[in-house]
Structure formats: C-alpha cells, structure tokens
C-alpha cells in the first residue's frame, strides 16, 4: 500500500508541474500577468524628440508624462525615447503622421518643408524681447500656425523651447560684415539660409549631430544655436568665439498624431492638451535658468565672449528687415500682419510712441482671395514708404495695419469698429468681398471714416444711398464691368450661358448681364446660381451643354471657379469662357496651369503690369520687385490689387495734405475735390468729384488672357 500512496504522490506532483508549466509559460493562459493587467486598461503613447537626456525640454517631456499619468491615476503611460532614438527630426514627423509614434517635439526649422508657416519663430532680428515671442506664439498668431498642422496629421499643441540662437565661430561676429564670405551650419529652413546670405555668408545644412564633426574639420567657419545645444552638443570645443546675439528663437512644436489622437477618450484628449500647456511656461524658466551656467561652462573653457551692441543690433536688424517680407506668402500674411499689429498695440508705429497717421486695411488675407488681399497690403506699403522716404504727411509719418476678415461680414464689421477706437486712424482700404463691404456700409457710414475700395466690384456699393457718402472707388463698378463683359462675348458668340457665385455680386452681375443680352435680342439665356463652396458641377455643366450654349460667362472666385473648368475640360465638348476677375484673387494659374492648357479663358481686368505702362507704374513694377526681390521676369500676381491700392494712398495724401488735417470729414470732403493727377492705374482728372466716388470707368476696362507663363496678357482688340 505504502508502494502505491508513493506512486500516486509522484503522479500527482509530476501532472502538478506540467500544469503549473503550462499555466504559466503559455501566452494565452487564463491567468494573466500583472504587467498584462496594466496593459489590458492602460493607454501607452511614446514621445520622440531629438535632445540629450540633461536638456530642460527632455526634463519637462519627463514632467508632462509624469503629471499626464498622475492626473489619469494610471491610465495613460507616457514612454520617451529621447535624443532621435526613433529617428531624425523628418523621419520622426512623418512616423507621426503615420501614428507611428503619438507624440512628438520637433524644432519648428525642422518642419518648415511640410508646415511654411511655422519658420515664423526663424525670423531673426524680428521679435523685440522673449516675452515678445512668448505673447506671439502663446497668442493668436500660435494659434493660427498650430492649426495649419492639421494639414499634415498633427494636433499642434504649444511651443516649447530651446532658448535665443547665437552665434558661434573662430573670430567675433560683431557686424554683418563679419559674416562675409563664410560659411555657417544651418538647420533646412528657407528662412535660416535666406538670414545667412544677408549678411553675405554661406549657408550649409548639416545635420544637428553631425555639426561637431564639421566645425572640427572646417567643413564649415560658424553656426547658430541656443546655449543649452552649444554646450550639449559641445560646439564650443570647436569654437574660440561666441557671439552673445539671441538673433532668433529655437522654438520646438509639441504635437500629436492626428491617427492616435482621433482614437483616444475625449477626457484623456483634454488632459494631455491642458497638461501639455500648463509645462510650457516650467520648460521655458527652466531653460532660462540653465542659460547661466551654461555661460560659466563656456567662459571656463577658454571661449571669448561677445555682445552685439545695440547699433550693431540695429544693422543686423535692417539687413534682415526685408525676411519676413518676402516670405510673408509661405508663412501667411494673416500671421504676419495679426504680428505687426499686435506689436503696433504695444509700441505703437515702428517701435515709437510718435505721432503718426493710420490707414486700416479690412480685407481677406487668409482663405481663398488670400492673394489679393496681400497685393491690396503691398501695393499700399509700397506707396506708404515712398511717402515716409520724404517726410510724411502733414510732418508725421504714416502707417500700416491689416486686419483679416476672412471674408465674414460679421468679422469685417468687428475689424471696422476696432479701426475706429484709434485716434490716429483717418481711413480704412478694404478688399476683394463685395458682399463684405456691402455689410459693413451702415457701420463706415455712421462713424463717417473714407472707406477705399481698391477691388470689390459690386455695383451697390459706391451708390448706395446714403447722402454723405464715405465710399470711394478705385476699382471696376459692375454697372458697367457687367455691360462690358457680356459686350464683349456677344460680339463673338450667339448664345452664352452665365453662371455666378450666389452672393450680391454674383447675381447682381447675373441681372445685369441677363438683361443686357436681352437688350441685344439673346433670349432664353441659360442662368445658374452656385453656393460658395460648391465641389461638384456635373449638374450644372450638363445643363450649360445640353442647352446649347456656344459660351460660358463665369462669375466666381478661385476655389469653384477651378471646379467648374475642371468639370467642363472633362466633356467631349468645351465652351469658352468669359471670366470676371474673380478668378485672379487667388493663385489661380499656379493651381490649375495643366488644366487651362487647351482651355480658351478670357478674363477682365483693369489693369495689367503686361500693359502699356506709364512712368508711375513703371517705377511701381520696379519698386515691387526690388522690395520683393523677384527677378525681372517672375509674373506678379494680383497686379489690379497692388497698383489699385497704390493709387489709393497717393489720392488719400493729396486730400489729407488739401484738408491740412486728419480730420474725416475734411479728408472726404478734399476727396471730392482733388486736382488731376498721374497714378499708376491711369491719370485721374479728377479722381472723385461730390457726385461720383468711382475713380475708374468703361475705357479703363479690357479683357486678357494668360500666356504660358501665367502672366495675363491683354486680348487685342479686331
């Protein structure tokens, strides 16, 4: 019996073990780890950026984990991989957009290609303190360059840091002239490389740890960096001379991926944005803080170190002053401008508390006529420098501020209303948005302030009923722009149809255009009425071409103006069209060059660069693209809204100058009596009188048609 219990022990402790081995070595047991509980309800999101473990952005990365899973009791884990431990700056990024990694920190030079508009931080010599930047990227400009990331699969959150750059070499670099010749490291920004040749030295991008080994071998003379990389990445080791300049500021996106975002919880979306946020302002005292010792560190080694004085400053200041200009386009002129005027807030005119006099711009700088409202911006500024270049106005010099209604009437209105609380306000330049305007008419009207129109047609909006009429013109007027352009396609074709954009100046053009070929004996016109916005137009263009019609009169602006070539460049039969000016707010040509290939598009102007000029537009294409530094031959885009805008000013000054004061109503009073004079667009004799506020008329109109190159050319008249 003994024999046996011994047996069934050892049977029983054998089967024991080979379950107790199963149990707990096979992956799908029924009894799971205690890792694998964490996991089943725990969130793990991996957090990539590309500084050392000592970096303040690494520590408040560690931070922002840490309070992420102590507010989530858990749930959500936070695992950073720093130092490009998952890859470069650009591999990182597009992981990102892939979901392959959640979270990410990226130097805003680094996604510059993808994102134009964050080299915003890049702009040197530009933001006049760190609080400055701070109040710029943690206010509405921010906010507008972090909302564009959502074009390529990212959640833009804040802006982290890693301090002001300076600047690093074998020799001071006091002056731009210390600079000429040589050659300096940079990240691949536009921005950065376009700094580098101002001052007359050569950019090099090299990547940002394998910058040692190329200052060691003299791959290259210099480079830029905040205090914490110089150290970090020991650059001073390379360097006898730092340059103390803080010429521009290293600012690093914190972003997640769209793809793991979308997925998450809303509670745990809030926390990690609210959370991400509230660090900001730890990281970037904490970098502050460490700039100090890192100084020591440097000093101690045997580094010389310098300051920019402030003259030099103010030269470095100016060779670049041309930077945010010129790419004004790439990063947007919304955040440019919302910039300037923020500043303008606070310091007011150029940095100075002097007087001065105020000329508003109220137009559309950021969605589809985004083009024409920087030309209506440039061809002012261009007028308003030559002005200042000699003095000024009465003695004081004058001023620009653009506001961006986005083409809402209620944010035109809102702009209106904050032009009118500044005291040195004495008129406002609006845009291309006839149905804007014509909102705002009862606001200009009752705070009586002259109102420009340098491009917005709309009939309505000159004669508009009021007997104290603010608003003046320098542009086409639909009453006879209309007559002109149905005119002109009733000499060549029988039976045109006409669509237009549902807006006042869509149907009004379509009333007027309607009736005028009526009047010419064209009945049963075909007429449609699209929504902003519109995508699709099979509908419509099956309707224009089972109707017969030997000819398409278009009234819209760029987006569903390319929707509706594309539909009718898709059928076996084309028509040609007749297209308002619409068209040209946008960039157009650059959008759909492939698609007016074959197409034959005819579209209205008032004026042309491509035209015969006189010696004020001469001297205007001139000082356009020496401002803008575009080569002789570069088409210039939207040149109705730069020369338009131009003429506005130089009328604005005769009548400021004819009043001898800012007063509104004696500048609109001046207005309607001006003396002749010679502008770009044409010679005004005069401008405006009591009782006509349109500049221009029928023999100012023409058709054109773009070449090649995507320059409108006048069509001539047979």
Not at 447 to 454: E, R, T, V
Not at 540 to 554: G, H, K, P, R, V
Not at 598 to 613: D, K
Request: charged share 25%.
């Amino acid at each position: 019996m003994k024999a046996i219990a011994t047996i069934i022990v050892i049977l029983l402790t054998a089967l024991f073990i080979i379950l107790s081995s199963s149990i707990f070595n096979n992956e799908e047991t029924l009894l799971p780890t205690v890792q694998e509980t964490l996991t089943d309800n725990t969130i793990h999101l991996k957090l990539g950026h590309n500084t050392p473990v000592d970096s303040a952005l690494h520590e408040a990365s560690v931070k922002f984990a840490n309070e992420v899973k102590r507010k989530t009791k858990g749930e959500v884990i936070i695992d950073i991989f720093p130092a490009q431990q998952l890859g470069n700056d650009h591999q990182m990024v597009e992981m990102a957009r892939n979901g392959d990694i959640d979270i990410i920190l990226t130097p805003t030079a680094k996604m510059s290609v993808a994102v134009p508009s964050v080299q915003y931080a890049d702009l040197p010599f530009y933001f006049p303190s760190r609080e400055d930047v701070y109040a710029m990227l943690d206010g509405e400009p921010g906010e507008m360059i972090l909302h564009n990331l959502k074009s390529i699969g990212l959640i833009g959150v804040t802006f982290w840091e890693n301090g002001f750059k300076h600047f690093t070499a074998n020799e001071p670099l006091l002056s731009p002239k210390d600079f000429q010749d040589k050659k300096f490291r940079v990240m691949k920004s536009r921005i950065i490389m376009e700094q580098f040749r101002a001052f007359g030295a050569e950019p090099v991008a090299i990547d940002f740890y394998s910058t040692k080994q190329a200052l060691h071998d003299k791959v290259v003379d210099g480079q830029e960096n905040p205090l914490v990389a110089i150290v970090s990445m020991g650059f001073y080791k390379e360097q006898s001379d730092l340059t103390l300049s803080e010429h521009a500021y290293l600012g690093y996106v914190l972003s997640f991926s769209e793809k793991t975002f979308s997925k998450l919880p809303q509670n745990i979306q809030m926390t990690l944005i609210e959370t991400a946020k509230e660090i900001t302002p730890w990281e970037r005292d904490e970098t502050h803080k460490r700039e100090e010792k890192l100084l020591e560190t440097i000093k101690h080694s045997g580094v010389q170190i310098h300051t920019i004085s402030e003259k030099d400053r103010q030269e470095f200041a100016k060779r670049t002053a041309y930077i945010p200009q010129k790419y004004e386009a790439v990063i947007g002129s919304n955040i440019i401008s919302k910039t300037k005027e923020l500043l303008y807030n606070k310091y007011g005119a150029n940095f100075k508390n002097d007087d001065h006099i105020l000329i508003g711009i109220d137009t559309d700088i950021s969605s589809d006529t985004k083009v024409a409202g920087l030309a209506i911006k440039r061809g002012a500024e261009i007028a308003v420098s030559e002005i200042n270049a000699k003095g000024g106005v009465l003695g004081k010099p004058l001023e620009i501020i653009v506001k961006d209604h986005r083409a809402l009437a209620s944010k035109g209105i809102q702009n209106i209303e904050e032009f009118s609380h500044n005291k040195h306000l004495v008129a406002i330049i609006g845009g291309v948005h006839g149905a804007v305007i014509s909102a705002e008419l009862d606001t200009i009207e009752q705070l009586k302030i002259p109102f420009f129109i340098p491009w917005a047609a709309t009939a309505g909006l000159v004669n508009n009923g009021y007997k104290d009429n603010y608003i003046f013109r320098v542009s086409a007027n639909d009453n006879i722009a209309a007559n002109f352009i149905a005119g002109y396609t009733l000499k060549k074709y029988k039976k045109p149809a006409i669509i237009v954009e549902n807006s006042v100046w869509g149907r009004n053009n379509l009333k007027l255009m309607t009736q005028y070929c009526q009047e010419h004996n064209i009945k049963n016109i075909t007429e449609i009425v699209f929504n902003r916005g519109q995508n699709n137009f099979k509908k419509e263009i099956s309707q224009i071409l089972d109707s017969q019609a030997d000819a398409l009169i278009m009234v819209a602006n760029p987006f569903e103006a390319s929707k509706i070539l594309q539909e009718l460049k898709a059928r076996k039969k084309s028509l040609p069209v007749i297209s308002h000016w619409g068209i040209t707010s946008g960039n157009f040509f650059k959008e759909n060059e492939n698609l007016l290939k074959g197409l034959n598009l005819n579209v209205f102007q008032t004026f042309s660069f491509n035209n015969q000029l006189n010696t004020k537009a001469k001297h205007l294409l001139d000082s356009y693209k020496n401002k803008y530094l575009l080569s002789k031959k570069s088409p210039v885009q939207a040149s109705v809204g730069i020369a338009q805008a131009y003429d506005i000013v130089y009328l604005l000054k005769l009548a400021i100058e004819k009043a001898g004061t800012t007063d509104k109503t004696k500048v609109k009073q001046a207005l309607e009596n001006l003396p002749k004079y010679e502008g770009a667009v044409k010679t005004y004799a005069p401008a405006f009188t009591e009782a006509n506020h349109d500049a221009l008329d029928g023999r100012d109109y023409y058709m054109a048609k773009y070449n090649s190159n995507g320059i409108l050319v006048p069509v001539k008249n047979k």
